[in-house]
């Protein structure tokens, strides 16, 4: 939450009350959908602020009550059930508890000297699970094994600091109720706030997509037999090695997006055949656009292992990869809409433009300007974002609103994406191979005039050795900051442009790849599409 000097409490609970209302009334009227980045709920808690001439210093509050506000309605949808309540350990009473403490928090005896056991009380009376414990990451293995589907904590500012954002990018639906007061023992809470969170409820049941359980189920599309089901029947050398490489290791995310996006849409628990198709179809169109993007590039390894050109041939390799794109178009023909199929050709169109501007630049290398590279990254790297995105909606229906945000969504997402792993190639030992990229082009930028220099530069083979030299690890060590803080904005933008979008299940979904997406780890291979 930014600072070390926003903890400050409002000092009154009637002025805690009129704050939350104040704060209801502003998410309400401004119609605001969950979840809210820490960047946007930051933002609503300075307008507020201004508005209500409040202490600055009442910020981290302010964050933390409008976050409860928007998550109120999906949580009181979520049966008691599958809710936890957590307290802390210094709401007892230190003078009079006898209660003792297990590896997980304090076990209550129910004395009655302080909140804690009417507290939990309640919740018991709800059928809610409880405990008392410190921090909120004592619950959520809880969350992510879906034991719970969501946590009423109660926590102080402070660790709320480190609690809040994992919630918030999570896109976990939480209420975390700040202490009055900070200090590790004594403290007190509002109390009937507390109860008023717990009894929340609506007749309208909660349907969370269950993101563990459509993984797997994605997982077994790709299983031998349910790929022998699905491809074209045959046991020639070309279709052997073909389902073999669909079969290989990958974090399935296009499959997995197009599946997730039609589910939050429609709500629907069971996946339809045309559905399936369709994902084993983009599947089919990266597998086999890694297969070219090998050999293009001479890489001897993809997942740690040979490449399928290093391992059979360049020619097999080109006709393994051709053979995927066939079954691919294949498979969306079966799904009898063929929008699917302009969609996944227009994409593929793309894909190749960028990936020949790249391939242009590499034969005859020149200086690069920014606009040079992203106008690659929204050719090369975009398509394959958006594509699976936008045939899930499609697979429930046209929407040209929202896939017109879908857009804006995967180009901002893929150009954060490819700007992080620009950076990524040089933190990892592996040597950087002259390409078109987001850091030469910084380099590029800061020399113009350098002549001699720029020469050099295109010449190398390896340009992390190159500019890890002493004379050139400024040029850099300043290119990697600008790309970072471009990365960012980008970062930002993939964010805003959900704020249109009124179904919080999809937009769920799309702030948890976000982030998932741009904190991911670099693998040797990562700079290929992921």
């Not at 009079?96 to 076990?107: P, V, Y």
């Not at 409820?201 to 022998?228: C, E, G, M, V, Y």
């Amino acid at each position: 939450m930014e600072s070390k000097n926003i903890y400050n409490i409002p000092a009154s609970a009637e002025q805690r009350t009129y704050l939350r209302q104040q704060i209801e009334n502003y998410v309400k009227s401004e119609a605001l959908i969950p979840p809210l980045s820490m960047k946007e709920l930051s933002v609503y808690a300075d307008t507020l602020i201004k508005e209500q001439a409040l202490d600055p210093a009442t910020k981290g509050w302010i964050m933390v009550e409008a976050n409860n506000t928007l998550w109120k309605e999906t949580v009181a949808s979520i049966p008691y059930e599958k809710r936890i309540l957590l307290l802390p350990q210094c709401l007892s009473n230190s003078d009079h508890c006898t209660a003792e403490t297990d590896e997980i928090g304090l076990l209550c005896r129910q004395c009655m000297n302080c909140p804690v056991a009417g507290l939990e009380k309640k919740a018991e009376e709800l059928g809610m699970m409880s405990i008392v414990a410190e921090g909120f990451t004592a619950v959520m293995g809880l969350i992510q094994n879906r034991v719970v589907d969501t946590i009423i904590g109660v926590g102080c500012l402070e660790s709320l600091e480190k609690a809040f954002p994992l919630m918030v990018n999570q896109a976990i639906p939480d209420i975390a109720i700040p202490l009055n007061k900070a200090g590790c023992k004594d403290t007190t809470v509002d109390t009937g706030y507390v109860l008023q969170i717990l009894s929340l409820h609506t007749d309208q049941k909660a349907n969370l997509l269950d993101h563990d359980r459509l993984k797997s189920r994605i997982r077994d599309w790709f299983s031998p037999a349910s790929l022998s089901e699905a491809l074209s029947q045959g046991h020639d050398h070309t279709s052997t090695i073909a389902r073999k490489w669909m079969g290989s290791d990958g974090k399935r995310w296009r499959p997995y997006l197009l599946a997730a996006t039609y589910t939050a849409l429609t709500g629907k628990q069971e996946i339809p055949e045309q559905v399936r198709k369709a994902a084993i179809a983009v599947e089919c169109f990266h597998k086999a656009s890694l297969v070219h993007d090998d050999i293009q590039d001479n890489d001897p390894f993809r997942y740690g292992k040979a490449t399928v050109h290093s391992t059979y041939g360049i020619p097999i390799g080109i006709n393994v990869g051709d053979i995927l794109l066939g079954e691919g178009y294949r498979l969306l023909s079966l799904c009898e809409n063929p929008t699917l199929l302009q969609e996944a050709s227009m994409a593929h169109i793309a894909l190749c433009k960028g990936q020949g501007a790249e391939l242009e630049w590499s034969l005859h290398p020149q200086p690069l300007s920014m606009e040079t590279v992203l106008d690659i990254f929204r050719h090369k790297t975009v398509p394959a974002f958006e594509v699976s995105l936008v045939i899930g909606i499609l697979c429930d229906r046209e929407d040209p609103a929202l896939q017109q945000t879908i857009h804006h969504y995967s180009e901002a997402l893929g150009i954060a994406y490819q700007l992080q792993d620009d950076i990524e190639d040089f933190r990892t030992e592996e040597a950087v191979a002259l390409r078109p990229s987001s850091v030469l082009a910084a380099i590029c930028i800061q020399q113009p005039e350098d002549h001699l220099f720029l020469q050099e530069l295109l010449s190398t083979t390896n340009l992390k050795a190159y500019l890890s030299q002493p004379t050139h690890l400024p040029l850099l060590e300043k290119a990697l900051e600008q790309v970072e803080i471009l990365a960012d904005e980008y970062h930002t933008k993939a964010i805003q442009s959900l704020q249109t979008i009124r179904n919080i299940k999809l937009k769920r979904l799309l702030f948890r790849v976000t982030k998932k997406i741009l904190t991911k780890t670099q693998a040797a291979d990562s700079r290929k599409t992921p």
